[in-house]
């Protein structure tokens, strides 16, 4: 494995079989209509301080009337207890 | 406090969150130290960390407390105002940034301890391209119009997180059984990335660019484009709906019928 981040390595692509796809079959990713569009969509979320991640998601939840989300890595702020004790410490970051 | 980049994922792309959660991260850092130390000693320190390194979780952590490795692709943007240090890391996802914070304050030997922290990256996901629970609100108390180009302006297909993870490109044919949980076949390929190799985490997507499945390597890329059978990725994760693309293969049922 390279020393270097993901996001500064270039993948080429290899090419197996030449074969076409049937435009009658699925959908482009970019060319979904709307509620399609949402079911399969993805936010990047700058999250603020105070709430947690949990909290932020079911604010979104509820504000875009969702049955499902979730978040990809816990951001964690500092936990209740923590900030009444006025603890500079964040309860943990991954 | 801890700020920044949250990918959140709607409906059945929740499906896709075990994908982010192997992705790399980006943070901006507020690190402060507990006495003076010299500049130059500071930046040979932090240099030192770059690489391969083993961490113990934190006391309060969401993982068992095994001592693990991970890597630091990269510190950079290295700023000091007397005992504050500002620095950028990118790392391997599972890297304790409070805790490299403190352990770079051991070996600085005066101690150090994380003031701040901002996530300016996930994956594919940057500091740039996020939007605010404002714009989110904003979106939700949209009219119908603009709610439509709100949407798709702050909304992105789940297919864009998938960005740095290997793909594997599959015949229209093979997409069904794939929904059904097979494993994918040799035959089935048409593109692939390279350097891929058995276990890693790829993606599966179809010609049109969506987004099958998550899988496990079970080749290289060398060996998928070498062999002409064989079973190239365990399914682990399906995201696309069954009924997608046609089922074009036989079972038993289906000749049984037949000779009757």
């Not at chain 2, 932090?46 to 391969?52: S, Y």
Request: charged fraction near 30%; glycine fraction near 6%; charge should be positive.
């Amino acid at each position: 494995m390279s020393q270097r981040a993901p996001w500064e390595e270039q993948r080429k692509l290899l090419v197996k079989l030449e074969e076409e796809t049937d435009p009658a079959l699925g959908c482009p990713p970019t060319k979904r209509p709307l509620d399609q569009h949402l079911r399969f969509g993805l936010i990047n979320l700058d999250k603020p301080s105070g709430p947690s991640s949990h909290e932020v998601v079911a604010w979104v939840k509820r504000m875009l009337r969702l049955k499902h989300a979730g978040h990809g890595g816990t951001l964690e702020t500092f936990t209740r207890l923590e900030q009444s004790d006025g603890h500079r410490r964040a309860s943990s970051s991954s | 406090m801890v700020t920044g980049v949250l990918p959140l994922a709607l409906e059945d792309a929740t499906k896709t969150i075990q994908a982010f959660l192997l992705t790399g991260k980006e943070y901006v850092c507020l690190m402060a130290l507990h006495a003076d130390v010299e500049e130059k000693k500071i930046q040979a320190v932090l240099e030192e960390f770059v690489g391969d390194i083993l961490q113990r979780p934190p006391v309060r952590a969401a993982v068992r407390r095994d001592v693990r490795k991970r890597r630091i692709y990269y510190i950079r943007d290295v700023e000091m105002d007397g005992r504050e240090i500002l620095f950028r890391v990118g790392c391997q996802a599972g890297t304790y940034i409070r805790k490299l914070v403190y352990d770079v304050g051991e070996v600085l030997g005066v101690g150090a301890h994380m003031r701040e922290l901002r996530r300016t990256r996930a994956g594919s996901f940057t500091e740039e391209e996020s939007f605010s629970l404002y714009d989110l609100m904003q979106l939700s108390e949209a009219n119908p119009k603009e709610r439509d180009m709100l949407t798709r302006r702050m909304v992105k297909p789940m297919e864009s997180a998938f960005q740095y993870v290997p793909h594997v490109y599959i015949r229209d044919s093979t997409v069904s059984s794939i929904c059904h949980g097979a494993e994918l076949a040799v035959p089935g390929i048409v593109r692939l990335s390279e350097g891929i190799v058995p276990k890693m985490p790829i993606a599966l997507f179809t010609l049109k660019d969506e987004l099958v499945a998550l899988s496990k390597a079970l080749m290289s890329s060398e060996q998928m484009m070498k062999e002409d059978h064989g079973l190239a990725a365990k399914t682990v994760r399906v995201i696309m709906p069954a009924e997608t693309y046609p089922r074009l293969w036989k079972t038993k049922t289906v000749t049984v019928k037949a000779q009757s």
